[in-house]
């Protein structure tokens, strides 16, 4: 069975520190990688996809991918207190229909 | 905007009952998904489309069914509601590469479904 392992947290950090958020995942044939957003009693929101190894930057986010370790990151630079939310990560197999989330971890900015 | 929409957006029902929820979309998209999301288990796959009338299950598909007569409408039937079906849910839209999905997923506004 695919799974993708987050921890539930409360992550907590204070404005402007550089929030880290991790996710395993155990398919080694996984090979679509996203980050979502969901703030509470909304809809899960993209916010990053990552599909080889390394890091893509979009804006204060950062995605780091490593395929041999089999984890993906998600780091939020300069964090605001308007990130707080629950990230959720996904993976998705190659020739899969399918992403599989994880059940994603609460990040909390305090000001 | 993905152009998703879905309804109702709330719904209290009483066990037993039959209850379908729509997902309508307006852009074409191929592929399609139904979540539900409870504190504890995340989201959690239903069933989903590939294209008109071609649907499978997903891992949490029991008391649940599916029709999608039309490419924008995506139809949740619980035959019989029970409380264990008490979530909200998420209908979903894959973007495409081609004519493979990415993965990357657009989400309607969801529905809160109760079970008395």
């Known amino acids: 069975q695919k799974e993708v392992e987050q921890n539930s947290g409360p992550l907590s950090v204070p404005e402007g520190a550089i929030a880290s958020l991790n996710c395993t995942y155990s398919d080694r044939g996984s090979q679509s990688f996203f980050w979502y957003r969901q703030y509470s009693g909304k809809s899960p929101e993209l916010i990053m996809s990552?599909?080889?190894?390394g890091d893509k930057e979009d804006g204060r986010f950062t995605a780091q991918l490593n395929k041999a370790s089999q984890y993906v990151s998600l780091l939020i630079r300069d964090s605001q207190p308007s990130d707080s939310a629950t990230y959720l990560c996904a993976v998705r197999q190659g020739g899969s229909y399918i992403p599989t989330f994880g059940r994603g971890t609460s990040l909390i900015v305090h000001p | 905007d993905a152009g998703i929409t879905q309804s109702p957006r709330h719904k209290v029902t009483e066990t037993g009952t039959p209850v379908t929820l729509r997902c309508h979309q307006t852009?074409?998209?191929?592929?399609m998904y139904w979540y539900r999301q409870d504190p504890g288990h995340g989201l959690r796959l239903i069933h989903y489309s590939y294209g008109v009338k071609d649907t499978d299950k997903g891992e949490v598909s029991d008391g649940y069914s599916v029709s999608r007569s039309k490419t924008e409408d995506f139809l949740l039937t619980l035959e019989s509601a029970t409380s264990s079906q008490t979530s909200v849910y998420f209908c979903a839209i894959s973007e495409t590469s081609g004519t493979e999905p990415t993965g990357e997923l657009f989400f309607g506004e969801g529905s809160r479904l109760t079970v008395l």
């Open positions: 852009e074409n998209h191929r592929y």
């Open positions: 990552i599909y080889s190894n």
